[in-house]
């Protein structure tokens, strides 16, 4: 084989997993390469045009602090910004926006482009090149050849994918694009590979909604962003695909707003009549779907008795008339689409400009993979995204991410970071991903989270910026904006500690529950929003997050102890069948890691302590 | 069949034709779908990102005379302006835009997102639907059906299209996307089907670009645009995709610059060392592809006494560093692209983004087209652009707007709109098309023309106008700008022709070749730019256009010769064989047309004409 050049890392595909994994790797001085089916629809939101939400914009929040693009991107990108949950606990708030979905796309390229080491290519990769147990390049559908120390697949759901439309199929990952056999070859080189699907609603054309008789949902203002460093957005809209501009010590934006309206039982009985018409439920799919994501025609037979189902009509971006239905994916033919939006309040006379549909595509089962997201099997195979039973642009960012910094640490022959479950959501998503088998395609929820009470929105940076400057992924700029906050926050406690009124210190007073930020001396209340509230959280609730802390002190204990990779399960006397089957199966890195696998119980874990202070 | 809607006329194919006649068909009143692969890739440019060029830049002038779209989209979002041959002869004067590709893509798809009476949706079209010998509708590849009344066919290089480069191939109307078998079904029905290919240079990162090593070409200032109608381009960039912004009178355009460097011995020898590689000399292509736009194999293999060729490093767009290398057109393996690129000075360094191809697709020769547009065979059913063995977007088009209008005349009842070889390049183009058989890709010369004295771009407003309101395509505010226009060229001839330095009228002295717009008194200076060069030419070649118009008038006599529907060519006696195969088979609706037929002489024609007077 003549190389053309020998990159340190290639990412394959140019999804949400794919460039972070690809930035990532850049940013950390590596030679990198990504390789995407269409160079126009890098990181396209292939669902609803919307980033963050309930857990999902912590995950971004952390992404952000690890040098990630994710959340400037959408602060740059945002036409509607909130803070979901606001007024619950403060473990379930996090930021959401909608973003202009082009936009978002576009100036994503233009980084790329624009990233020193870091070279992308349309081309679609066919075959992997595998030298002993270690990845050396790939090979495209087109015969193009590439060398690489490191490969990071990030596929999504575009392998053998499948798209359904009532009784119809056609190949593609996405409507309108293509699909990719590359599955059979990871099949080849001795990977388990199993089916998924997922559904999109339809999307419509403005113009044809009477937005009048729907309910308007605005963005909050001053909106919620993600990104710490929303000051490099000072170019602003001089940018074409930068929307929102920094300026005057304030971030700008023009929101739109969202709609919201019903369906009706009219609506119902259309989509019950016609159920046996559905691609979902007439069984032609294989794949598992998300329960927790249902499509119209589940929510109509689970929740037989609901009167209605909320629709929340969202733009896809300023200069478009396309709206996407959320709260309607559907996998019904195109004329029962038709006729059941048409009963919907305000939509009695809409044009869809693409249909709902579904889509069943392969995965492979993280089980097979390291915490550092590596294959078990072949050397510097990393896969990040959808393709290990994820679904959602977060949980993909975050492990490409995550990859991406491994697949670069491994040419140097570095150990990966693997963020621990208290850390990080992230470190919950990876760890879940490569202990827990999946039925369905994982979604990130607080619940996941054992720790969410520490796992907050406003403390990602605060959690995980050393650790970003210390992989170095995050630029200079950004570790310096970091250490300034850092002294901001000190300085502050410090202040509230020192000053007093009516005989408390300001810090005793802001532990009371009834007592707010607002509620302290004047000159406290110019500190920047996020700042307050920051501090607010961590001293109102200082007593929970202790005790917090100091159980996930006690479990650190038996979670870091390491599972050497010559212990051989099969050889532990005392171990269950099941979890002996299990451990094999997965071989946790970690005591902590075994103790989440489905089938290992305390026993087990106790047994295996025990062999391991013997030694074997 | 249950149809969901009955429209007037359904386009299929969302490119440059398909686009002009979805909106011409709208505009007119006709309820119209427009259906496209992917709707994020209406009017993408396939190939290079630039409107216009000598005797297209004209087209691109006559399709705005009409009321279609090209023009006014190209000034909107235009990025360098030229005025191309402005010291040759004004036949062969033209404008020419570089283009934001994506820009250019995303501001049509908004309008057609917002056009009264315009549908569009994304689907694949797999059938036809015929009833006796007239269309009646269409199903998609996920089994949807639309009723229409008439469709017009604008597929472009997407039937049965395959992409090669080297040795290898995949389907693939442009590379990324998919291709379509509709080709079969016209066949099917009837339909005569041949082959054609094109090619594309690689797309290279602005990035590793060495600029200081190549010249650089600005654009022209003030901007050469296309439209009559700037002032609509108001409100500018508040529209995201409106780069350039119409204001206090003057037209706001950003330029940047293209750059110009040239091939290489070295060059060459790599070219010419691999020959055997290319998909284009390997023999692998059955499809004949345009000699006029030869690929750098040709190039180098056609002229080999050329000691180099001049190469264009054309930006695709403000916000991309992607640049298109004009003059680059290959279909050598990937690895040799990248070598012989990296032997032009400035592009040592280059990174390929997307590397160059050749495109292989099916087209239906157009002689099987009555001047409308409509196919002789099927009823109804129209094919316009690449579809008919045109190459070019302005070709494509011209042809879009012709038969959307003929298409929507034929519904309502109408006879159709069928432009003259005098009247304009769109008459030439579809005149061309329809009488004689090609043998490569069609593209618009100026030498095509025998009249191109009279076809300039500065008087398309003049020829065209009148039809474009006459057919209902033309908005009342452009008919309104249209109308002041004329009035103020009458008072400027008045002005002319009264006043009087040295005894000769003003009108005298411009006839004078020697004597320029700007040696009038001073009075004239202010004068719309567009419209003193209008008037200088008109004056100064009034003598030749005068003869022009006489040799017009006379040809048209014989042009305007119907030829019935009912005569059968192999009875008239006295036509040599040649000629009664040629005209039994393309069979001409005048006598105009039979003259321009290969193979048909002056002898045949008296012949017929004779044989039209006694009425058979
Ligand atoms: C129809 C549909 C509905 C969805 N619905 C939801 C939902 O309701 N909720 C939700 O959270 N998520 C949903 N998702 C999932 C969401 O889009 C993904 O989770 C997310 O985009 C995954 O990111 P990724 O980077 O892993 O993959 P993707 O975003 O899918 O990107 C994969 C990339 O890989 C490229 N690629 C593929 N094969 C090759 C190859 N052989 N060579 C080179 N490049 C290749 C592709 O071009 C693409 O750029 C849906 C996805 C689809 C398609
Ligand atoms: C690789 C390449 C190189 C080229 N090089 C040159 C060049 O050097 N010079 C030049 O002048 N021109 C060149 N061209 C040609 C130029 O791009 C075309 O002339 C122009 O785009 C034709 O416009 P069109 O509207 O006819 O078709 P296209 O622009 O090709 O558009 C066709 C449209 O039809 C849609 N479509 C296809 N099949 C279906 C279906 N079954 N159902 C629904 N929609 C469908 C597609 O999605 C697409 O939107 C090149 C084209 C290609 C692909």
Same mark, same amino acid.
């Given at each position: 084989m003549h190389w053309l050049k020998e990159y340190d890392v290639i990412v394959v595909g140019g999804g949400h997993a794919g460039v972070e994994a690809a930035l990532a790797a850049a940013r950390t001085g590596c030679e990198v390469l990504l390789l995407t089916l269409q160079l126009d629809a890098i990181a396209q939101m292939s669902c609803n045009p919307s980033i963050g939400g309930v857990a999902k914009g912590i995950l971004v929040r952390e992404i952000d602090a690890l040098g990630g693009v994710m959340a400037q991107n959408a602060d740059a990108t945002g036409i509607q910004f909130?803070?979901?949950?606001?007024?619950?606990?403060?473990?379930?708030?996090?930021p959401r926006a909608q973003c202009d979905k082009k936009a978002y796309q576009f100036r994503l390229k233009a980084i790329c482009e624009s990233t020193p080491n870091l070279d992308i290519q349309q081309g679609s990769v066919a075959r992997l090149c595998v030298k002993g147990d270690a990845v050396t390049g790939l090979v495209t559908d087109l015969g193009i050849e590439f060398a690489g120390k490191a490969l990071v697949i990030t596929t999504g759901t575009f392998l053998r994918g499948l798209i359904h439309m009532g009784s119809e199929q056609r190949p593609g990952g996405r409507a309108g694009e293509g699909s990719s056999g590359l599955s059979l070859e990871l099949k080849k080189l001795g990977l388990e590979i199993g089916r998924l699907k997922t559904g999109t609603p339809p999307r419509i054309n403005g113009r044809t909604i009477d937005f009048a008789a729907c309910e308007q949902q605005p963005g909050e203002v001053p909106p919620p962003t993600f990104s710490l460093c929303l000051d490099e957005l000072e170019g602003g809209d001089e940018e074409l695909f930068t929307l929102n501009r920094w300026d005057g010590q304030m971030f700008h934006v023009e929101q739109q707003p969202c709609w919201i309206t019903y369906t009706t039982s009219e609506t119902h009985q259309i989509i019950r009549d016609n159920l046996h018409l559905s691609a979902m439920y007439s069984g032609q799919i294989q794949g598992v779907g998300p329960r927790y994501c249902p499509s119209i025609e589940d929510k109509v037979v689970r929740f037989a008795e609901r009167e209605r189902h909320q629709i929340?009509?969202?733009? *896809?971006?300023? @200069?478009?008339? *396309?709206?996407?239905?959320?709260?309607?994916?559907?996998?019904?033919?195109?004329?029962?689409?038709s006729a059941f939006l048409r009963t919907?309040?305000?939509? *009695? $006379?809409?044009h869809i400009l693409r249909p709902g549909y579904a889509v069943e595509y392969d995965y492979c089962p993280a089980t097979q993979l390291l915490p550092s997201l590596e294959t078990k099997q072949i050397g510097r195979l990393f896969l990040a995204g959808q393709i290990n039973g994820t679904s959602g642009y977060e949980e993909a960012a975050a492990q490409g991410l995550m990859a991406g910094l491994n697949a670069a640490r491994s040419v140097r022959g570095e150990p990966p970071i693997v963020l621990r479950r208290d850390q990080a959501y992230i470190g919950v998503l990876?760890?879940?991903?490569?202990?827990?088998?999946?039925?369905e395609p994982y979604r990130?929820?607080?619940?996941?989270?054992? @720790?969410?009470?520490?796992?907050? @929105?406003d403390n990602a940076d605060v959690r995980l910026s050393d650790i970003g400057s210390m992989v170095g992924s995050l630029s200079i700029r950004r570790q310096t904006k970091w250490l300034a906050k850092k002294r901001r926050v000190e300085e502050l406690l410090e202040d509230l500690n020192e000053a007093k009124t009516e005989g408390r210190t300001l810090f005793e007073w802001l532990r009371r529950p009834d007592f707010r930020w607002m509620d302290l001396p004047q000159p406290f209340h110019s500190v920047e929003?996020?700042?307050a509230a920051h501090l607010e959280c961590e001293i109102k609730y200082a007593g929970y997050i202790a005790r917090e802390r100091e159980q996930i002190e006690r479990v650190r204990a038996m979670e870091d102890l390491l599972l050497p990779a010559w212990?051989?399960?099969?050889?532990?006397?005392?171990? $269950?069948?099941?979890?002996?089957?299990?451990?094999?199966?997965?071989?946790?890195?970690t005591l902590g890691q075994a103790a989440r696998i489905p089938g290992v119980n305390p026993t087990d874990l106790?047994?295996?302590?025990?062999?391991? $202070?013997r030694g074997a």
């Open positions: 909130r803070m979901l949950n606001r007024r619950k606990g403060p473990s379930v708030q996090a929340f009509l969202e733009p *896809e971006g300023r @200069h478009t008339q *396309e709206f996407y239905v959320n709260g309607c994916s559907t996998s019904l033919p195109f004329s029962v689409q919907i309040p305000g939509l *009695e $006379k809409c990876i760890d879940d991903l490569v202990t827990r088998p999946i039925r990130m929820f607080t619940a996941r989270a054992e @720790h969410r009470l520490v796992l907050r @929105h929003p996020e700042i212990l051989d399960f099969w050889s532990v006397v005392g171990l $269950k069948q099941e979890a002996r089957e299990k451990l094999q199966q997965i071989r946790p890195a106790a047994v295996l302590r025990i062999a391991l $202070k």
